[in-house]
């Protein structure tokens, strides 16, 4: 019988998250990303809430452990409450990307207990905490224009932090990247996101010469450079290429595109050169299978986890996904395509997409400059560190060891996605509280004319 | 009201550019899986054989008329093992998968470990505790084949290969020391430990040895190209040797033997080493080194048993002396056994390569056919003229040459003997025979070698005799 169980909620999961990116797809197709779209919304909701049920149902069947039901009802709990909580106190909140917020975690709960279930219950206090700070923070952002006039003291806090991080961080795996505060570990480069969005977006909103835009470049200049030093060369890359992005649309110029991707280009060959964990990662990249012993390892095992899991995946707890070094982090994305095939894989990578989508559909319509940068900047940050992970953990591009954002296990990275993606719903609810009150009056108009017609009609008969 | 537009151009650049890297991402992920389900489970690095191998027996592996090659067993203490009913016989060719793996239970090991029968019967076993039966390979050796070449080696070192000429299916691997793949957990150490006996080398693909003699079939080919009309023209007088003082080659013949007047295909068929440096020393360097990568020397072979490459480099940096000493099949050449069956099997198949093949078909637990082997053409390497020619050549081997051990009243053979020098000592032969039977429309192809045993005329050609013999049902 747990057989039959275990391989029809194997099929079922993956049509589930089928269905689930087709509501999105539906979403996108739709159009104005304004207002109510309650019935996606609702049968989103209810996707999800099934695929956690059958993948608990199934982990704890498998697994003989009564926890992971435990574990399944208070993740639904938290996560259903936040979103319910969220359309609560911000009616004009998005409510597929909230979804898409949701689904991400969820499936990250599921593939991280799999995995190691004492760090889900880490991951979970984490997830907690984040959400109940980030609903404030969504309400911070309504007050939008003082944090934007605040861009300066941001460009400063977030340098400062990167700077400490290089002087005094310890070194893993040939990086510095974390940071010990009373016995927590932290990995500030993750939170200098936040801040580096948000002082570019400001720097970008106001700066109206040549020259301060120049300005901005060195700034942002240093924060590479710093992480570069660091040896966080994955995190480097990410922010230049949200720094390239938000420079283009904030310039509309062609040309500092080209530019920077030509820049971009000849850091990567001085990177190479310069770095001999560069090296190691772009050979294992080029031929991994003969480098299997040592810096082919990971990859290798990373692409046989993927292959092996085939298009339905192996089922849960049937794979071996563990065999995979750091795989709860960097190659929890293989984890994912190992067990639930590659297909729901494919749906996640859609799902992170949509909310991509979401983001800069979003920028488009708002009436802030700020607000469109920090958006666009926010969406490129978080599409770009989804590419890198994947892409280095399916052999598309070499390896850079980021995570990948609501997924993957670790502290510091979950709580900066949340804290992204809810300060980018502040920006939104203030758009589109506006764009209801004016779509109001309009219909205020159109009322008045109908009623003058009503008397018109009156006066003829 | 005015509503101000949004200029939003370049967002949607920034949309099509991620959506077309996240586009190629998914089809990359999607092609990755399609094309690497099966390949990479093989690795021995990937744990994931075991995981399956707890809900599935290993399935079995036969030869083409149904006899039992490998199967899993269960002992009184309840734990599986691989059990090989021919213990030695195809020690090489169907390998082992008690000791990591090789041979077709490398593979082959993603259907072995695999089980296609259907839900239904997955559910009964599995409410039932039992395990699902793996699916079955039936590969395309011939058991009689294979021990009679086993028999004909004997003691002797060495490796005999069979192939279906126009299929390119192998009938037969033969390597020789062996071992029982029964024992291998136990004895292998000991394999290990000895690296003279070499006994784990499959010695029809791995083995490199130098050509001999039967490099001349790649000499005449290439003097062919150059010269079309050589089989009419060409003549030479064997006083016994070469001798160019300048270059400083001085080349015999075997054992000294003195041939006289020799034309193309007698030169060929005596196996005359003077006359094959004369030819040798007229070729074109650059034109030879490519006919040689054409054939497939210093590349891949297109086999799925661990090989070793052929290597032998001929350019116009290559001096004469080397030349001269190619040409005749000693100097730098090594190939292995299994690449020269190979270019025999395309000279037989009218110059086309089969691609060559050992399975047949996999079927599930209960015998339903899963997945047919097509046969595979690999590439044309010759002319149908160039093959006509050196088929005929060949025949002469058997007719009046090398190879008379051949003539029957059964059936007609073609082939080239060859007797490989090898630590510059002269008494010092590897045995070699390459040919194929029938010689107008061939069915079969041999290729042998014995090691240190003396010349192929004496030692490789009967073995040859016996697998056609047995081929042909003669006693």
Not at chain 1, 198 to 213: H, S, T
Not at chain 2, 41 to 55: C, D, H, T, V
């Amino acid at each position: 019988m747990l057989y039959i169980y275990t391989e029809i909620s194997k099929y079922m999961i993956t049509f589930l998250m089928i269905l689930y990116c087709l509501e999105c797809v539906i979403y996108e197709i739709k159009g104005e990303p304004v207002f109510d779209h309650n019935g996606i919304v609702i049968r989103q909701r209810i996707y999800f809430v099934l695929i956690q049920i059958l993948a608990f149902s199934t982990l704890c069947l498998k697994l003989g452990q009564l926890d992971y039901a435990f574990l399944g009802v208070m993740d639904l709990i938290v996560l259903l409450s936040t979103v319910v909580l969220m359309e609560m106190i911000y009616p004009s909140v998005n409510k597929v990307l909230a979804n898409n917020m949701i689904m991400l975690i969820g499936i990250g709960f599921i593939i991280i207990s799999r995995l190691d279930f004492n760090k889900t219950i880490r991951q979970f206090v984490i997830v907690t905490v984040s959400l109940c700070l980030a609903l404030v923070l969504t309400k911070l952002f309504s007050y939008y224009k003082k944090i934007r006039d605040l861009y300066i003291v941001f460009a400063v806090i977030g340098l400062a932090i990167l700077l400490m991080v290089l002087i005094l961080g310890h070194t893993v795996n040939g990086s510095k990247i974390s940071f010990s505060i009373a016995g927590l570990k932290f990995q500030p480069s993750e939170f200098a996101k936040i801040i580096f969005v948000i002082f570019i977006a400001g720097a970008f909103a106001v700066a109206d010469k040549f020259y301060r835009v120049l300005l901005i470049c060195v700034v942002a200049a240093m924060y590479v450079l710093a992480l570069v030093f660091s040896r966080d060369l994955g995190n480097a890359l990410i922010f230049f290429i949200t720094f390239l992005f938000v420079l283009f649309i904030a310039t509309r110029n062609y040309a500092f595109l080209i530019l920077g991707f030509m820049g971009g280009a000849g850091a990567s060959v001085i990177a190479y050169r310069m770095f001999s964990h560069v090296r190691v990662r772009v050979q294992a990249f080029l031929d991994p299978f003969s480098k299997i012993d040592n810096q082919g390892y990971q990859i290798t095992q990373s692409l046989f986890a993927i292959s092996c899991g085939g298009f339905f995946g192996m089922g849960l707890s049937k794979g071996v996904p563990e065999d995979i070094p750091f795989v709860e982090s960097d190659f929890i994305f293989s984890a994912v395509s190992e067990e639930m095939g590659a297909i729901a894989a494919v749906c996640l990578l859609m799902i992170c997409f949509s909310s991509f989508m979401i983001l800069m559909r979003n920028a488009m319509i708002n009436r802030s400059r700020f607000c469109r940068l920090l958006l666009v900047g926010s969406a490129v940050l978080y599409i770009f560190q989804v590419f890198l992970t994947v892409g280095g953990g399916i052999k598309f591009i070499p390896l850079t060891g980021v995570t990948l954002p609501f997924v993957s296990y670790g502290g510091s990275s979950v709580m900066t996605s949340i804290f992204l993606f809810m300060i980018c719903q502040g920006v939104i609810v203030v758009n589109n509280d506006k764009l209801y009150e004016e779509w109001l009056e309009e219909n205020d108009d159109s009322e008045e004319e109908y009623s003058d017609y009503d008397e018109e009609e009156d006066t003829n008969s | 009201m005015t509503k101000k537009r949004i200029r939003t151009v370049e967002n949607w650049i920034t949309i099509v550019f991620f959506g077309l890297i996240f586009l190629s991402m998914s089809i990359y992920l999607c092609i990755y899986v399609k094309n690497n389900e099966q390949t990479l489970i093989g690795n021995s690095y990937n744990s994931r054989q075991k995981l399956l191998a707890r809900e599935n027996i290993r399935g079995r592996i036969y030869d083409s008329d149904g006899n039992l090659l490998a199967e899993t067993l269960t002992n009184e203490a309840g734990e599986e093992y691989r059990s090989y009913p021919y213990h030695n016989l195809y020690a090489h060719a169907v390998g082992f998968s008690n000791h990591g793996t090789t041979g077709i239970e490398s593979m082959a090991g993603f259907y072995l470990i695999n089980s296609d029968i259907s839900l239904n019967e997955k559910m009964e076993n599995d409410m039932a505790g039992r395990k699902n039966p793996g699916n079955n390979v039936y590969t395309t050796f011939d058991t009689d084949l294979q021990n009679v070449a086993s028999d004909a080696l004997g003691v002797c070192k060495g490796a005999v290969i069979v192939t279906e000429v126009k299929t390119g299916r192998i009938l037969a691997m033969v390597s020789k020391p062996d071992f029982d793949p029964n024992t291998i957990p136990e004895n292998w150490n000991a394999y290990v430990n000895n690296p003279q006996m070499s006994v784990l080398l499959n010695r029809t693909t791995q083995g490199l040895y130098p050509p001999g003699s039967t490099f001349k079939i790649i000499t005449s080919l290439e003097y062919l190209r150059e010269n079309p009309t050589a089989l009419q023209d060409y003549t030479y007088t064997c006083n016994g040797k070469y001798v160019d003082e300048a270059e400083n080659i001085d080349i015999s013949c075997y054992h000294g033997s003195v041939h006289g007047k020799l034309d193309f295909v007698g030169s060929f068929a005596k196996s005359c080493n003077s006359s094959f440096a004369n030819i040798g020393m007229s070729l074109d360097k650059d034109k030879f080194g490519n006919t040689l990568n054409g054939l497939l020397f210093n590349s891949g072979l297109p086999i799925e048993y661990n090989y070793s490459q052929s290597d032998l480099k001929v350019d116009s940096k290559t001096s004469d002396y080397d030349m001269a000493q190619i040409s005749i099949g000693q100097g730098d050449a090594i190939i292995t056994p299994i690449h020269l069956n190979l270019i025999t099997s395309a000279i037989a198949n009218k110059g086309v390569m089969m691609k060559p093949r050992v399975i047949d078909r996999v079927t599930d637990g209960n015998g339903k056919v899963i997945k047919t082997y097509a046969d595979e053409t690999e590439k044309r390497v010759m002319s149908e003229d160039e093959a006509k020619a050196l088929s005929l050549m060949m025949e002469a081997v058997v007719l009046n040459g090398t190879g008379r051990k051949l003539q029957n009243d059964h059936y007609t053979a073609a082939g080239k003997t060859g007797s490989a020098e090898f630590n510059g000592n002269k008494e010092d032969a590897h045995a070699w025979f390459t040919g194929f039977a029938p010689v107008d429309d061939p069915e079969i192809s041999v290729t042998i070698i014995v090691e240190g045993i003396g010349s192929g005329g004496d030692y490789a050609v009967p073995i040859a005799r016996r697998i056609f013999n047995c081929y042909y049902g003669i006693d």
